[in-house]
């Protein structure tokens, strides 16, 4: 595995993580991490929604055959 691919499933990773977290536990996660608390957690779930999204797509990316054309 080329230091390339590692990379991109390391982020794939990290993303997809995070997206769940503050999918799932918004408030519990923005509390943790010390950031101001806004009124509602719309906004920590709009963030983990769209780190979700991108986790899923580099790993799409990660795991599609070298044949296949690059992107998506």
Same mark, same amino acid.
């Given at each position: 595995?080329?230091?390339?691919?590692?990379?991109? $499933? /390391?982020?794939g990773l !990290?993303?997809?993580?995070?997206?769940?977290?503050?999918?799932?536990?918004?408030?519990?996660?923005?509390? $943790? /991490?010390?950031?101001? !608390?806004?009124?509602t957690p719309f906004y920590a779930s709009i963030l983990g929604a769209i780190l979700t999204s991108i986790g899923v797509a580099l790993l799409i990316e990660y795991l599609k055959p070298s044949s296949m054309v690059t992107g998506l």
């Open positions: 595995m080329n230091r390339k691919s590692w990379l991109l $499933f /390391l982020d !990290i993303n997809l993580a995070l997206g769940v977290l503050l999918v799932i536990f918004p408030r519990n996660l923005v509390e $943790f /991490l010390g950031i101001p !608390i806004p009124s």
